[in-house]
T-cell receptor, first 108, second 116 residues
Framework: KNEVEQSPQNLTAQEGEFITINCSYSVGISALHWLQQHPGGGIVSLFMLSSGKKKHGRLIATINIQEKHSSLHITASHPRDSAVYICAVTTRINQFYFGTGTSLTVIP | DTAVSQTPKYLVTQMGNDKSIKCEQNLGHDTMYWYKQDSKKFLKIMFSYNNKELIINETVPNRFSPKSPDKAHLNLHINSLELGDSAVYFC???????????????FGPGTRLTVL
């Protein structure tokens, strides 16, 4: 079993819909990262969280340390949000674990 | 003025060859990483260097050797390439010394390695 599990694996949404991607992890962490990988292959770091909630534009990331769970929300989704979203965690002893990614397609 | 750059972008080579991938960052970051993304798009960390010092060395074959001539560069040398080494290799960097994965990482564009 992977230390980081994401759901759903694939997601198709209509433009304008509110989207939620979930991440659960089984290890003690120092930080959780949400990454976006564009269809062209480039990877961008969206958020780095150790507690609470962060917002950037239409993207919101939350984390519940007690429940070992994080969510990435996209409001008013747009076709340009189509990408693979990857959850990753780092531990206090510098271990890195990655989820298998959620492939999002937003249809106009 | 690319922040994290990798060369080459594509690398096609025969089994058994030795090859290198170069990575440079101009962000003044202290920590650099190498990741491997397999055909199923699963990312895995390989190495991390903090100001030229190796701090993470995951279980990878000895054929893979990182080299950091200075804190702005982290090159990946691969000996005796095998078919299973075919993947996309990403370099990344993050700002603060000693904090490794608790900092935002900036990724290079990736190098697609194909071993024939």
């Amino acid at each position: 079993k992977n230390e980081v599990e994401q759901s759903p694996q694939n997601l198709t949404a209509q433009e304008g819909e509110f989207i939620t991607i979930n991440c659960s992890y089984s290890v003690g962490i120092s930080a959780l990262h949400w990454l976006q990988q564009h269809p062209g292959g480039g990877i961008v770091s969206l958020f780095m969280l150790s507690s609470g909630k962060k917002k950037h534009g239409r993207l919101i990331a939350t984390i519940n340390i007690q429940e070992k769970h994080s969510s990435l929300h996209i409001t008013a989704s747009h076709p340009r949000d189509s990408a693979v979203y990857i959850c990753a965690v780092t531990t206090r002893i510098n271990q890195f674990y990655f989820g298998t990614g959620t492939s999002l397609t937003v249809i106009p | 003025d690319t922040a994290v750059s990798q060369t080459p972008k594509y690398l096609v080579t025969q089994m058994g060859n030795d090859k290198s991938i170069k990575c440079e960052q101009n962000l003044g970051h202290d920590t650099m990483y190498w990741y491997k993304q397999d055909s199923k798009k699963f990312l895995k960390i390989m190495f991390s260097y903090n100001n030229k010092e190796l701090i993470i060395n995951e279980t990878v074959p000895n054929r893979f050797s990182p080299k950091s001539p200075d804190k702005a560069h982290l090159n990946l040398h691969i000996n005796s390439l095998e078919l299973g080494d075919s993947a996309v290799y990403f370099c990344a960097s993050s700002p603060l010394k000693g904090r490794g994965g608790t900092d935002t990482q900036y990724f290079g564009p990736g190098t697609r390695l194909t071993v024939l």
